[in-house]
């Protein structure tokens, strides 16, 4: 069940659209922003919501990699893995992240607190390698820069 | 030299708002703009020689000639495309940090001349400071007057709103972008019939690049002669922001005439290679053009000298390859960028360039044949201009292309000496 409050924001997304299917991007980004991704479930009762059929709902969810079908950690990693990082060595930086953190790309720690994932270029190239961690950008990586960062995440 | 696109940025990045804008001769142009007939706004923007900065450098004004400016519309639309997932190019991303309301500025005297009444700042999901900024801008904007109903008591309205994005480089390509702002899959949509006249919501509709609209102000208000003098090369006017990522020494970002050489970029304002490196080639707008390797260090960066060469300008921002990075290792991550994008909508595309990927893999790690490089040149025919659906796969090609030319025998070496000898 979507909670009274995710309904209300993604009913005030309706009146910025012409028809409310519109919003269905939006409708997603709410869901995701409440419970940090979006489930099968989920999906049922945005289809209910925005009229749509369950299918529809899911190709725009699946289309885009930044709207997590599965569970993921407190804060997702992503690790930069285009032209300018891999010159610039992100690969010694995955190295480090897979050894620090236990987990491969695509992985969640037994803790909970991060997933990581790869993503294309961050638009930083002057300051590769680079990352993010939730919503924060990390530049200039090397691989002990890796663990103070880290542990700045609760 | 003048650089109007950065003069106001300060060193550190951080955001000018709106006091300080103004203070500095900010949003003139909008009250100059709302004086003028919208046909005399593009007609100023045509002969300006202004060319889109998206990548593909098709003159701005005579792009909003094609809004119908008779009948009537429910809406007309402006968008800013800020979607930067080109890889290596990361210069949106400062105008819109460092200046927020040179763009919004900007977007108000276009949707003057277009007539709009609405428009979107579709940012890229991971521009978070980005959309904090301009959120933060359009706030201040909507409360001095310059955005929303009766703009300064012309009589004209515009409402302006921020998008941001989940993902996907395909989301960068214009009518896709539209079909990602109605809420759909990303997909690009056949053309004609073209976005200026049935764009969003079947709306006319102008998709322009961040770079793009940061310009307007500066040639509505100093006029399209000057703005054709800033240029070094007749014909494209205005200034660029150029860039460099890869070992250099100093990467950043400059805003130079065009005209400058890629000598220059490279040696002048990146400081040349890190010591110890050589140059062996660079990708000079991004990761969809050609290589350019050490003959055209002296050629013009400029659309027709890039062009002539046999790469194109793009976005401006160039990738160097030193001679101790791979070469084929650089080309496999550009096709692992490419294959993992490609929307999937058309078959050569979704097929090939997977295909394109493994077959690189394949010679990287040592396992490949010679036969494999008679294939990807196939593959660069197979996916070239006019044989996909959308610009993302013959963009894929021109790096690989380019590089099956330039640095066949590293190909041949991997082949021969089955390994990679730069690991
Ligand atoms: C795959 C692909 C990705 C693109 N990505 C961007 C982008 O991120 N930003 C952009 O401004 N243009 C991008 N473009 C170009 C746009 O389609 C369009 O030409 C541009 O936004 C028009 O603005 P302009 O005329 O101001 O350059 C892309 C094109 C393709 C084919
Ligand atoms: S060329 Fe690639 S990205 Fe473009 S429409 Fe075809 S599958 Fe999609
Ligand atoms: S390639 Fe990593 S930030 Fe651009």
């Known amino acids: 069940m979507l909670t009274a409050e995710e309904i209300h924001e993604i009913q005030e997304e309706f009146h910025l ?30 289809a209910a919501l925005l009229e749509m059929s ?43 992240l897979e050894k620090s953190l236990g987990i491969k790309y695509g992985e969640t720690t037994k803790d909970g607190r991060f997933t990581m994932l790869p993503v294309p270029c961050l638009g930083t190239c002057d300051h590769a390698p680079a990352m993010m961690v939730g919503k924060d950008l990390f530049r200039d990586l090397t691989p002990e820069k890796i663990d103070e960062i880290l542990n700045k995440y609760e | 030299m003048e650089r109007p696109l950065t003069k106001n940025i300060r060193p550190d990045g951080k955001p000018l708002f709106i006091k300080e804008y103004e203070s500095l001769g900010g949003y003139q142009s909008v009250k100059k703009a709302l004086k003028m007939q919208p046909k005399e706004i593009t007609e100023l923007v045509k002969k300006s020689n202004l060319k889109g900065r998206g990548g593909a450098g098709f003159n701005t004004g005579l792009k909003w000639s094609f809004v119908p400016m008779e009948g009537q519309f429910e809406h007309k639309y402006l968008v800013a495309n800020g979607d930067e997932m080109e890889p290596g190019t990361f210069k949106d991303r400062l105008l819109i940090e460092g200046d927020p309301h040179q763009l919004i500025e900007g977007m108000i005297v276009t949707a003057c001349a277009i007539q709009a009444d609405e428009g979107y700042i579709f940012i890229r999901g991971e521009y978070t400071e980005a959309a904090e900024i301009v959120k933060k801008a359009l706030a201040e904007a909507y409360e001095a007057g310059y955005l929303g109903k009766n703009i300064l008591k012309s009589g004209f309205n ?50 322009n690049n961040i770079e793009t609209l940061c310009n ?77 390797v050490e003959q055209h260090l002296d050629i013009r960066m400029d659309y027709a000298s890039v062009a002539a060469a046999g790469s194109r300008l793009g976005t401006g921002t160039m990738i160097v390859l030193d001679d101790k990075t791979c070469p084929v290792g650089m080309v496999l ?91």
């Open chain 1, 54 to 96: 369950v299918e529809e709902i899911d190709s725009v969810a699946t289309f885009y990699n930044l709207i997590y079908r599965q569970p993921v950690g407190k804060y997702v990693i992503l690790l930069c893995d285009s032209v300018s990082c891999y010159i610039m060595g992100f690969e010694a930086v995955l190295a480090h």
């Open chain 2, 216 to 292: 307007i102000p500066h040639i509505i208000n100093n006029g399209a002669e000057w703005f054709n003098g800033l240029s070094l090369t007749p014909g494209d006017g205005g200034t660029k922001i150029f860039g460099a990522s890869g070992k250099v020494k100093r990467p950043g970002l400059w805003e130079l005439p065009f005209g400058v050489t890629l000598r220059e970029l490279l040696e002048e304002h990146a400081g040349g290679m890190r010591d110890g490196l050589k140059f062996k080639g660079c990708l000079p707008g991004g990761a969809s053009t050609d290589f350019l």
């Open chain 1, 17 to 46: 659209y012409p028809y409310k299917q519109a919003a269905c991007i939006e409708a997603l980004k709410v869901v995701q922003n409440h419970r940090r991704w979006v489930s099968d479930e989920n999906v049922k009762d945005l």
């Open chain 2, 333 to 423: 991550n550009l096709e692992h960028f490419f294959a993992q994008e490609s929307c999937g909508f058309c078959t050569p595309c979704r097929e090939g360039l997977p295909w394109t990927e493994k077959i690189l893999q394949k010679i990287e790690n040592g396992k490949g044949e010679m036969k494999d490089l008679d294939l990807l040149q196939f593959h660069t025919k197979f996916m070239g201009p006019g044989n996909t659906f959308c610009a993302l796969a013959p963009g894929a090609m021109a790096p690989l292309q380019s590089a099956l030319k330039y640095f066949r025998e590293d190909f041949e070496l991997h082949i021969k000496e089955h390994k990679c000898s730069w690991k």
């Open chain 2, 158 to 207: 515009f409402n302006l709103h921020l998008h941001t994005s989940v993902g996907r480089y395909i989301c960068g390509e214009e009518t896709a972008l539209l079909n990602s702002l109605e809420g759909k899959r990303a997909n690009p949509r056949a053309k004609p019939p073209f976005p200026q006249v049935s764009g969003l919501f079947g709306q006319p509709t102008i998709v």
